[in-house]
């Protein structure tokens, strides 16, 4: 277990368990209102199945070696959210470091309760707090595309990495490799998500939910059949929200408070995505071309 580099703002009781805090009013590099709402969406979807973090882990680390990770791994989750990542990765590291700004912690923290070589400590990017070079591995996955500032987010974490360390990250993509139509319907939904994200917690909620049962599933469906019919040539995968073939219901409910529940938003390019881990010093970039885009592994050599 790695120390602290400095001494915690406060310390939170959960469960006998004492969370170390480091979160305070200087850091900068944070939209508060995004985080009090993945603090709420983490406290709703607190706990998740074995099959549903093992079938999306493998999606979001299906480029992550057993040179990139192993069993010598100390390993940085950066916004853990409810600690899934953490719980999949577990069994073939080290050590995971689990951190997080929101109260999403707490979920964390009994997520994650009956690994011992997991610790969750509540901090954000601009007060990780751990010496340079920490770690061998670190994993922002869906998380900076909802800092403020990206790339600075991505390089503070970086900071962290030992040299010859990897970094994996997932940043919700720009749409860049699909067609107008489907570019369309997603302009139209971002129109709703900055209505439906500046709701009171408890009427978001409901929205969300209507929004995953009538607007999810019918895609859904749609995608299922298709793949059903016509398993070849890949059509079933152009229809919107076809990743969710395959996914729980509880997890399409989940991604759907996600989208649309959620102030701050930013999205990227493949190219784009490349650009901020190499101008971190990242370099041997590596994107996933399977869903969900824009997944990418990089190597830090400076």
């Known amino acids: 277990m790695l120390e602290y580099s400095r001494k915690p703002v406060k310390e939170i009781d959960f469960n006998d368990v004492r969370i170390a805090s480091f979160v305070s009013e200087s850091d900068q590099n944070i939209d508060i209102d995004t985080v009090d709402s993945f603090g709420e969406e983490w406290t709703k979807f607190s706990s998740f199945s074995e099959v549903e973090i093992k079938n999306a882990g493998d999606q979001y680390f299906d480029i992550v070696t057993e040179e990139i990770c192993n069993s010598s791994s100390v390993v940085l989750d950066m916004g853990c959210g409810t600690g899934r990542w953490s719980k999949y990765l577990a069994n073939r590291v080290k050590f995971i470091e689990a951190i997080d700004p929101s109260k999403a912690v707490l979920s964390a923290s009994h997520l994650t309760k009956d690994l011992n070589n997991v610790r969750v400590t509540q901090a954000g990017v601009d007060s990780i707090p751990f010496a340079d070079e920490s770690f061998d591995f670190a994993m922002g996955v869906g998380v900076y595309h909802h800092i403020p500032d990206t790339q600075k987010a991505v390089r503070d974490t970086v900071k962290k990495i030992k040299k010859g360390g990897y970094l994996l990250i997932y940043l919700y993509y720009s749409l860049d490799n699909r067609g107008a139509g489907y570019k369309f319907i997603f302009k139209m939904s971002t129109i709703i998500r900055k209505i439906v994200s500046s ?74 995505l490349v650009q901020i881990l190499e101008s971190c010093g990242m370099e041997d970039v590596v994107v996933s071309d399977g869903l969900p885009y824009w997944h990418a592994v990089g190597r830090k050599m400076k």
């Open 199 to 272: 709701m009171p917690n408890r009427l978001k909620k409901i929205t969300c939910d209507f929004i995953a049962f009538f607007v999810y599933m019918p895609f859904v469906m749609l995608a299922r059949l298709f793949k059903m019919f016509f398993p070849k040539g890949g059509i079933w995968e152009k229809i919107p929200l076809s990743y969710y073939h395959d996914k729980s219901w509880n997890i399409i409910k989940n991604d759907a408070l996600d989208r649309f529940g959620t102030p701050l938003e930013q999205r990227f390019s493949k190219k784009a």
